[in-house]
């Protein structure tokens, strides 16, 4: 591996004194970095020293000594920011800064990621944009909006953005004469990289309460280094001699062995030996219990190894149950899984409760064929399990002891490679393939002009960067430069459908139960290739017992349930599919107190038979109305609605045509007859609640929570257009003008979507 393929050539760009930028980032999923990273390769090109990071790891000081300032942001929960923007957006909406005009200095420019079928389209970026102009700074360039719900997503609107802004660099920001900028065929110098440690590297490494550990024989620290936590699962390729073996376990036994390598291999390794080694002549005689059918699932042939991540503020969850609770020929595979975490329910009440919904994110890990596949295809044989040091860490990275892994841990635990690959990477791997053919493909995609190309390539198909690197065999990424090219794995957030009384544990005081219904996504794309997410397949074949990495976060949004008062709210809650995950853990929690205001559920299903989930459940729930909504079953015609259409043909006929032609219809008449239009064919939850607009219009009347949860498009839209209507309807407002500002008032309603 001594041939770096042009990554060692890569040199510091020149920087010109006093050019800075700082691309400051808040996200949730990783968007709003992805373009950050982007920007601020584009600066460091335009010899501008750049930072990129999170807006709060910036201090409001660094803003000011930085020429210009980009801010990209996405918007979370109801027009909020992010959650790694809040500490530095508390500092800046300080009331003492108030006309002070500090931040005269500052030039920025800002770019904003949303979707506009929310409510508060990209207020985070509005917000944030507007503070700094109240603060006096002035902006550099005019700001962008990106929005999910067109063509290409957030491209659409950000790639010009971009190629605006790059020549308005150019332009405000001229480099002197003797300077270029750097083109895009020249390599930039990597920010992190994993350096792998020679036999004498491990023995000067500094570790800890190793120091002064005996000296190890030529042979010992041959086997050290070779060997390292993730050695076991080598063995599919390179099966340890018995004499190997034999050698580290009698130092292992030895009390002065360097206690940090001690630690990188622990006895779980030995029990859960992939199934697939099984093939192995050896391992019937090492580890019989492997041949057990319960361990075995023919979908999988290795699971993840154990090992749980440092993660800040994560803790152990145990998997107590994992039900498929669509049936086996539906579509889609849903389960309803409840871990157990070690955390008592005082202590939980103490932190969690007050935080109104939770969510409970679970961070999966890559399976050992998928990561033993990528070390072939890359050629990394010879070192994926030679221990490695982390040169300067990506943010959200998180390794066990002291930076030191090796390369297949950081693929099975840390690197997301089956991810759908960004623009960023493949620029990225232009460099690391000698085919010239492959360079001008690769470089093709990522062209101005062929958006629509690298669309239908990468996101269309869904297709990993696994199997993009197999269609670019040339493609061979040196092992030091993995950690700044691939994207890190970050936990996937699931909705809490559990609360109240039902998260304490009936058989351990110190345990909390959490429960959550994930549908696991499995599908096949136009490339007719079957797909599987992340997280998905890891939750799919997760076996009861496995203790996994998981953080408990409050969800977005207004603490719905805070007090008894809240619980006497009426609500109106509208799901569709999983969102009906929040909502039960809603009515749960209302539930919990003595008196708890009457709710109405609209639930959007497919089939009464397949996903409406919880159907048993729902006339538990005192005070709690449910009207489902089944796509796909048979429709029984409604009378309300034919009744109505028989005795006012004309008027229907009229309105539809007026609808079809002109205006939307505004009035009570108008949306009345329309209502069998609405409704023909169909059943939506918004049909639904058209349907029952005079129950809806009375609660709504009662300053009650409302709440959309589940899948994003059309449905926010179209489930606000029947409130409205409702609102008409029912007479609580004249017309769908006076209903939309009624609507907008925090007086009348506190008003909750969360839709992905
Ligand atoms: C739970 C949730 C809440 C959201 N709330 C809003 C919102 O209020 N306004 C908006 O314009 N976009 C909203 N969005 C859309 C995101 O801003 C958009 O998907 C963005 O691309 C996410 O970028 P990120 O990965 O950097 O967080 C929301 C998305 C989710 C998943």
Same mark, same amino acid.
């Given at each position: 591996m ?10 510091? !760009?020149a920087?010109?004194?006093a ?109 944030? +944009? ?27 609107i ?17 480099? !002197? ?30 570790? *800890?309460?190793? =120091? ?11 086997? #050290? ?17 018995? &004499?190997?073996?034999?050698?580290e ?24 030996? @992939? ?22 699932? !023919? ?17 152990? *969850? ?23 975490? #070690? ?20 961070? !999966? ?19 994926a ?21 090796t390369l ?9 490679f089956?991810?759908v ?14 085919d ?10 990522? #062209? ?40 890190? &794995? ?5 909705s ?8 304490g ?13 994930a ?12 797909r599987?997410?992340?997280?998905s ?5 997760? @076996? ?9 976060k ?10 008894? #008062?809240?619980?006497? +709210?009426?609500?109106v809650a ?52 449910v009207? @489902? ?7 029984? @015609?409604?009378?309300?609605t ?10 229907t006929?009229?309105?539809? =045509? ?64 029947a ?34």
């Amino acid at each position: 591996m001594g041939e770096l393929d042009g990554f060692e050539r890569a040199t510091q !760009p020149a920087v010109v004194e006093a050019r800075t930028m700082a691309v400051l980032y808040g996200t949730e999923t990783g968007n709003a970095e992805e373009i950050a990273v982007e920007l601020g390769k584009m600066a460091e090109r335009l010899h501008f020293k750049t930072t990129v990071d999170e807006m709060d790891s910036f201090k409001l000081a660094d803003v000011l000594n930085t020429s210009l300032v980009i801010f990209v942001t996405s918007t979370t929960g109801q027009g909020d920011m992010p959650k790694n923007t809040l500490k530095f957006w508390k500092n800046l909406r300080r009331e003492k800064l108030n006309n002070t005009n500090c931040l005269q200095v500052v030039r920025f420019a800002s770019f904003g990621l949303g979707d506009s079928s929310y409510l508060k389209f990209n207020w985070a970026a509005r917000k944030l +944009r507007a503070r700094l102009l109240q603060l006096g700074a002035s902006e550099f360039f005019r700001p962008g909006e990106g929005d999910e719900r067109h063509d290409n997503g957030i491209d659409s609107i950000y790639l010009p953005w971009y190629q605006e802004f790059r020549e308005s660099l150019i332009a405000n920001y001229p480099l !002197p004469e003797s300077l270029w900028p750097i083109p895009d065929d020249v390599q930039l110098p990597p920010k992190y990289f994993l350096q792998l440690l020679s036999t004498m590297d491990i023995d000067t490494e500094p570790c *800890g309460d190793a =120091a002064g550990g005996p000296s190890l024989t030529e042979e010992d620290r041959k086997i #050290m280094a070779s060997r390292t936590k993730s050695a076991a699962r080598s063995h599919l390729i390179h099966p340890p001699s018995a &004499i190997e073996q034999g050698k580290e376990d009698w130092a292992r036994l030895d009390p002065e062995f360097p206690a940090h390598i001690a630690r990188q291999d622990t006895a779980w390794e030995r029990e859960n030996r @992939p199934v697939d080694s099984l093939d192995k002549d050896n391992v019937l005689r090492d580890h019989p219990e492997n041949y057990l059918l319960s361990r075995m699932d !023919p979908g999988v042939r290795a699971f993840p190894p154990p090992g749980i991540l440092p993660i800040p503020g994560s803790f152990i *969850g145990k998997l107590v149950r994992s039900n498929r609770v669509t049936p086996e020929d539906h579509w889609q595979d849903v389960r309803h899984l409840t871990f157990r975490l #070690m955390l008592s329910r005082k202590d939980f009440d103490t932190a969690l409760k007050s935080a109104g919904n939770l969510t409970l994110t679970i961070y !999966p890990k890559n399976y050992p064929d998928d990561v033993q596949e990528l070390i072939r295809l890359m050629g990394w044989d010879e070192v994926a399990d030679t221990l490695s040091k982390i040169i300067a860490k990506p943010r959200g990275l998180y390794v066990e002891s002291h930076g030191l892994t090796t390369l297949r841990d950081l693929l099975t635990h840390n690197l997301d490679f089956t991810a759908v690959p960004k623009r960023n990477f493949i620029k990225e791997l232009v460099f690391f393939t000698k085919d010239e053919r492959e360079k001008e493909r690769l470089f093709e995609f990522t #062209m101005p002009g062929n958006e629509q190309e690298f669309y239908d390539y990468t996101c269309r198909p869904r297709r990993t960067i696994l199997e993009l690197l197999k269609d670019f065999p040339g493609v061979k990424i040196p092992v030091q430069a993995v950690l700044d090219l691939f994207p890190i &794995i970050r936990g996937r957030e699931f909705s809490v459908c559990n609360a109240g009384m039902s998260i304490g544990d009936a058989d351990d005081d110190n345990c909390i139960r959490i429960e959550i219904l994930a549908a696991l996504v499995e599908y096949k794309t136009i490339i007719r290739k079957p797909r599987q997410g992340l997280c998905s397949r890891y939750l799919k074949h997760l @076996p009861i017992g496995t203790d996994l990495c998981v953080a408990l976060k409050p969800a977005s949004g207004p603490h719905l349930v805070a007090n008894h #008062m809240g619980a006497k +709210r009426p609500m109106v809650a509208i799901a569709t599919g999983t969102g009906i995950a929040p909502i039960r853990a809603i009515i749960q929690e209302r539930t919990s107190y003595a008196e708890h205001g009457d709710t109405l559920l609209f639930f959007g299903c497919r089939n009464r038979d397949a996903d409406f989930h919880f159907e048993s459940e729902w006339k538990e729930y005192p005070n709690v109305k449910v009207y @489902p909504a089944f796509s796909r079953d048979n429709i029984t @015609p409604d009378p309300t609605t034919t009744a109505h259409a028989n005795t006012s043909t004309t008027t229907t006929t009229a309105a539809a =045509a007026a609808a079809a032609s002109g205006p939307p219809p505004r009035t009570h008449t108008d949306i009345l007859a329309l209502l069998p239009e609405y409704d023909a064919g169909k059943n939506y939850v918004q049909h639904m609640i058209r349907k029952h607009a005079q129950e809806v219009g009375a609660l709504m009347s009662r300053n009650p929570v409302v709440c959309v949860c589940g899948n994003a498009g059309r449905m926010p839209t179209s489930v606000r257009a029947a409130l409205l209507d409702a609102l008409v309807i029912s007479g609580v407002v004249a017309d769908v003008e006076a209903a939309e500002t009624w609507f907008r008032n925090p007086d009348h309603l506190t008003f909750w979507q969360e839709t992905w």
